[in-house]
């Protein structure tokens, strides 16, 4: 039997080679997964992003008419007192329809650790004060359910309640937004 001497050059050359081309692959494979978690990132900023705007078109659109809601309600509230009598001519609460699943779904994925902080900070505080915005939602649909259990005075002063509270949530909401 004949054995060939190992050449230690050739067998550090083919080593390296060997190393060189399984870390390549490794990296190659990092820098696709960078990327697409770079992708997914700003899809989600892209989703978040047309969801505020709609958000913020459903605050614009409520925001003109809670002025004059809370005085014809507040107006509706002394009615009772001076006729005795449950005012059934007062316009119904308009309320936004404030969606947050974009947001949501946003951070439940792994692509937000990809998001720049700052923005981050920014988006949270824009869903901090929709989040105000729907909890006062929630308030008065609760009120409404309960209406039959309740009289008008305490009805109305539930929709009071609702548009104070929206006077100053969502104005804020929409310049956190913008």
Known sequence: MSSTPLNPARLAVESAAIFLS????????QWRDDANDRERAQDALNLVRVELEQNLG???????????MFEQYNEGLRQPIDDNEYPYDLPSVIMPEITTIAYELATDSSAVAKVDP???VIIARAYEALEGVRRNEVFLSNRNAQIRYRDGEQYLSG??????????LEPLAARHIE
């Not at 399984?22 to 494979?29: E, G, K, N, R």
């Not at 929709?159 to 100053?168: C, D, G, K, N, P």
């Open 159 to 168: 929709h009071v309640f609702y548009l104070s509270s929206a006077i100053r």
């Open 118 to 120: 700052d923005q981050l």
């Open 22 to 29: 399984v870390f390549l692959a490794f990296a190659a494979d």
């Open 58 to 68: 459903e605050l614009q659109s409520a925001i003109g008419t809670r002025q004059e």
